[in-house]
């Protein structure tokens, strides 16, 4: 599976580059695939961490990548992980919009910590 997030972290910006937020989350939509079944998602977590520690595009969007990635990943596994976006409510006021997005399953953060100056925005479950 390391190689296989590897792969879509290469691919991501062309999966889901020029597309708006709702198809860029479509591609975490996946249903559990058996050869994936029982993978925790801790390893998970840190494959992906691994796969994005120096990305090539979207490096400005590197929680989010890890997020898609996180998500689809353990979404195969057979968790039931949350995306969660947030805001810098303060940063409303200037120039550019600080966001950051974590994987949460079972109510704790797997993968990205929640930053202490994010408000809490929206919360994405695929159906």
């Given at each position: 599976m390391r190689?296989?997030?590897?792969?879509?972290?290469?691919?991501?910006?062309?999966?889901?580059?020029?597309?708006?937020?709702?198809a860029v989350l479509r591609y975490t939509d996946v249903r559990p695939d058996?050869?994936?079944?029982?993978m925790p998602a801790e390893a998970i977590a840190g494959w992906v961490?691994?796969?994005t520690r120096?990305?090539?595009?979207?490096?400005?969007r590197r929680c989010?990548?890890?997020?898609?990635?996180g998500m689809r990943f353990m979404r195969?596994?057979?968790?039931?992980?949350?995306?969660?976006?947030?805001i810098d409510r303060r940063s409303l006021a200037g120039p550019t919009v600080a966001a950051h997005c974590w994987?949460?399953?079972?109510?704790?953060p797997v993968l990205n910590d929640?930053?202490?100056d994010m408000e809490p925005l929206h919360v994405w479950r695929p159906t």
């Open positions: 190689r296989l997030i590897w792969w879509h972290a290469r691919l991501l910006p062309a999966i889901v580059g020029g597309r708006d937020l709702q058996p050869a994936f079944a029982g961490m691994a796969a120096k990305p090539w595009l979207m490096r400005k989010l990548r890890q997020g898609l990635l195969l596994a057979g968790h039931d992980p949350e995306l969660h976006f947030g994987v949460v399953l079972a109510g704790r929640i930053l202490e």
